[in-house]
């Protein structure tokens, strides 16, 4: 009578509308027999509930849609706030969600909300974070990054069908080459789980569309989704990461992020391996009052000095770098220097996108460092130990590396309004039109945008996109010294004469490992 009881609350608890995507599972106490219902999202890779369609050109040909922005410096249809408690409702469950749970904190003067996802396989954890002025922002924003990450990392829309070499698919195929590659060092390391690339090898590929050609294309599957290395038989040819992957509640939203993405990053490496003298921003001529705050904000809470960098680059895509230094050069209980990026159509928004990212990074490396100086000293001695992200920022922490940034002094100190003229771009009424510019300034470069539609079941359900951005001649961001993508990149020898910027070496300096967090 119990059993007959507890079903037929549970088949109660479970019914769910048809056009829901969602389904229901009843959790039942073995102590208390109490019920308790939980809903989630089928996976799309389950064998008995996913539908997984083969991944197609048909299916990779896009179409923009022309809608109005809520105004034309806006770049989101949406405020992530506004849709907090549906995403939460949504997408986060601690027993069966996407999302097990959300975590907030604050640091650097902002905010911080963090949304931890194990992944499907290795039970290796994936986050998403958010840094704003309140937690509602940032807790959205968690979870946004969480969903886009969730996307990138292996086909979740799609089943990769195409499994060819370069030479067999000819002009259908964009040769990986185009996106830089490793040393022949680190292919020659029998250490390393990487593979030179020839054009006779086998590969698993997927469909991307081509701004250039205005077609599909195929594009390595490894460099589309940036976990599948670690799945597949045969070895990849570069490590990839997340760099250009972005999410929206359009299309061309989601394209424009990421775009702007590979911008940041590319202009961060560009800087970093030519030694570029960046003109130095002048904080206190920010017309927006919250740049000279949050940077105030973020030095009066660490003690360090905040300094901010045009890095924009010959695609004209406003860009900063920046930088905070101890107060002590000499300092060993504390990092020596972090550094940051951000970019927005407006460059004191790219700024404050940069103060963002330093300042939660630094109030929490700091805390961090005394643990890690003994390793930074060794990756001194030897850059090759760097091999994982965070021995980036922990090789910089050394008072040792300091004067290896100071080719950023040697630049001129300019006002916001002699970089950018106190203007924005990228205004038009649609964010298709905003694409369409951003496309035809690296087309006039040479360059070609290529767009990997990486959204899932689970991105339609909340009514979002997801996407990975791929641009020709462009630098990829990379952790791991042996694993710098500087190769096939020759924008690296003639970027800093077009720009008219003083490149403090003759050529391309890869000895050193770059300073991203």
Not at 10 to 15: D, I, Q, V
Not at 52 to 71: C, F, G, I, W
Request: aromatic share 8%; glycine share 6%; hydrophobic share 35%.
């Amino acid at each position: 009578m119990l059993a007959r009881t507890i079903m037929a609350v549970a088949r109660r608890l479970t019914e769910q509308p048809q056009c829901s995507p969602r389904r229901t599972m009843v959790r039942v106490d073995a102590h208390s027999l109490g019920l308790a219902s939980h809903q989630y999202l089928p996976d799309p890779l389950c064998q008995s509930c996913g539908r997984l369609p083969a991944d197609s050109a048909e299916a990779a040909t896009l179409t923009l849609e022309h809608r109005a922005k809520p105004r034309p410096d806006v770049y989101r249809y949406e405020h992530p706030a506004q849709r907090l408690e549906e995403l939460k409702d949504l997408y986060v469950d601690e027993f069966c969600g996407l999302l097990h749970s959300l975590q907030r904190d604050t640091q650097g003067g902002l905010a911080v909300a963090g949304a931890l996802m194990k992944l499907r396989r290795h039970e290796w954890i994936e986050p998403g974070f958010g840094r704003s002025r309140n937690y509602e922002t940032s807790e959205a924003t968690a979870i946004l990054e969480a969903l886009e990450r969730y996307g990138g990392v292996q086909p979740g829309g799609k089943q990769t069908v195409v499994k060819a070499s370069l030479a067999q698919l000819g002009e259908d195929a964009v040769d990986p080459r185009r996106f830089g590659f490793h040393p022949q060092s680190t292919y020659l390391d029998e250490s390393n789980s990487y593979r030179d690339f020839e054009p006779t090898d086998e590969h698993r590929w997927v469909w991307a569309y081509s701004f250039t050609q205005q077609r599909p294309l195929l594009v390595l599957e490894s460099q589309a989704y940036y976990y599948v290395a670690h799945d597949i038989d045969t070895a990849p040819f570069v490590f990839e990461v997340s760099n250009g992957c972005a999410l929206g509640s359009a299309l061309e939203e989601a394209i424009f992020h990421g775009l702007l993405e590979v911008a940041e990053r590319d202009a961060f490496l560009m800087t970093w391996y030519r030694r570029l003298a960046l003109p130095q921003l002048r904080p206190e001529t920010a017309q927006h009052p919250e740049v000279q705050a949050q940077l105030t904000l973020i030095e009066r809470e660490t003690g360090y000095e905040i300094r901010l960098y045009d890095q924009t680059m010959e695609n004209g895509i406003p860009s900063v770098w920046a930088t905070a230094l101890h107060p002590d050069p000499n300092a060993t209980d504390a990092p020596a220097q972090v550094c940051a990026a951000g970019a927005h159509p407006s460059l004191e928004q790219a700024a404050l996108n940069a103060l963002s990212e330093i300042g939660p990074f630094l109030n929490d490396f700091i805390t961090r460092y005394p643990t890690l100086a003994a390793r930074s000293e060794q990756m001194v001695d030897d850059p090759d130990l760097v091999r994982t992200m965070e021995d980036h920022s922990t090789l910089y922490g050394s008072p040792r590396m300091r004067r290896h940034l100071q080719f950023l002094e040697q630049g001129p100190s300019i006002s916001f309004a002699e970089a950018q003229g106190n203007s924005q771009q990228f205004t038009h009424e649609s964010m298709a039109d905003d694409v369409f510019e951003m496309v035809q300034r690296f087309r006039r470069e040479g360059q070609d945008v290529l767009v990997v539609d990486q959204t899932t079941d689970e991105h339609r359900a909340g009514g979002l996109f997801c996407v990975k951005i791929l641009v020709t001649g462009s630098l990829t961001m990379t952790f791991g010294h042996h694993l710098r993508r500087t190769e096939g990149i020759s924008r690296l020898a003639t970027v800093p004469e077009r720009l008219g910027l003083r490149s403090m070496i003759p050529e391309a300096d890869t000895t050193l490992p770059h300073p991203f967090p």
